[in-house]
């Protein structure tokens, strides 16, 4: 039973084009993350959810908007896709800021191929 | 500005010595740092953590240590194995935020 599950693992696009990634969580965070990995394999936050309100949003282009329909779900829609999005994204889950101690626990990455 | 900075060349080593990974970073007052390990095509996986006020942790052959005089923490693996082969990233924590470094391939070979 996957802690930390994100759709799809591939996602192969043209530019222009809008997708979607999905994530889910099981294990009662109440903190959500979204990462992305370049190819020089840099891993960077990009916005992170506290029981569904924004709490980071890190320089991210406005194209790409994160949505959390409730604390164990966080979606990253992204519009009028780039060359330079393609990269590996990676959703992660945590206790909230300020409690625990800040593990956290990562999904297996979807990796955008935007031609 | 807050940089860690981990080797970026990849480090070979033969199979029952130790692994030594460096984690060294400037401008910042972390209240923990972590260590992650992470696979090809896999999302990272923590590790080990220890808080500032602790000189040093182990975990079955894992040991962390962690200096904030010299701003540095050092991941020791003993009698590594090819299956410890992996990208191992250290990561400081803020209040709300979690900073990685980018991370030190490492490659046991038999």
């Known amino acids: 039973d996957t802690a930390v599950s994100q759709t799809p693992k591939y996602l192969v696009t043209q530019m222009g084009n809008d997708k979607s990634i999905k994530c889910e969580q099981n294990?009662?965070?109440?903190?959500m993350y979204w990462y992305k990995q370049d190819s020089k394999k840099f891993l960077k936050i990009m916005f992170s959810?506290?029981?569904?309100?924004?709490?980071i949003n890190e320089t991210v282009p406005n194209r790409f908007s994160p949505k959390s329909p409730d604390k164990a779900h966080l979606n990253l829609h992204i519009n009028s896709l780039e060359l330079g999005d393609s990269a590996v994204y990676f959703c992660?889950?945590?206790?909230?800021?300020?409690?625990?101690?800040?593990?956290?626990?990562f999904g297996a990455g979807t990796r955008l191929s935007v031609l | 500005s807050q940089k860690i900075e981990q080797n970026s060349e990849a480090l070979n080593i033969q199979e029952g010595k130790t692994a030594t990974l460096t984690c060294n970073y400037t401008?910042?007052?972390?209240?923990?740092l972590q260590w992650y390990r992470q696979d090809p095509g896999r999302g990272p996986v923590f590790l080990l953590l220890?808080?500032?006020?602790?000189k040093e942790k182990r975990k079955e052959r894992l040991k962390v240590t962690f200096d904030t005089t010299l701003k540095q923490s050092l991941f020791h693996i003993t009698a590594s194995q090819p299956a410890d082969s992996a990208t191992y990233l250290c990561?400081?924590?803020?209040?709300?935020?979690?900073?990685f470094g980018k991370g030190t391939m490492l490659l046991v070979s038999p």
């Open positions: 992660a889950s945590s206790q909230a800021p300020g409690q625990g101690l800040g593990i956290q626990y």
């Open positions: 294990l009662g965070h109440d903190t």
């Open positions: 959810y506290n029981n569904k309100e924004l709490i």
């Open positions: 401008n910042y007052s972390p209240a923990y």
């Open positions: 220890i808080r500032e006020n602790e």
């Open positions: 990561a400081l924590k803020g209040y709300s935020t979690l900073t």
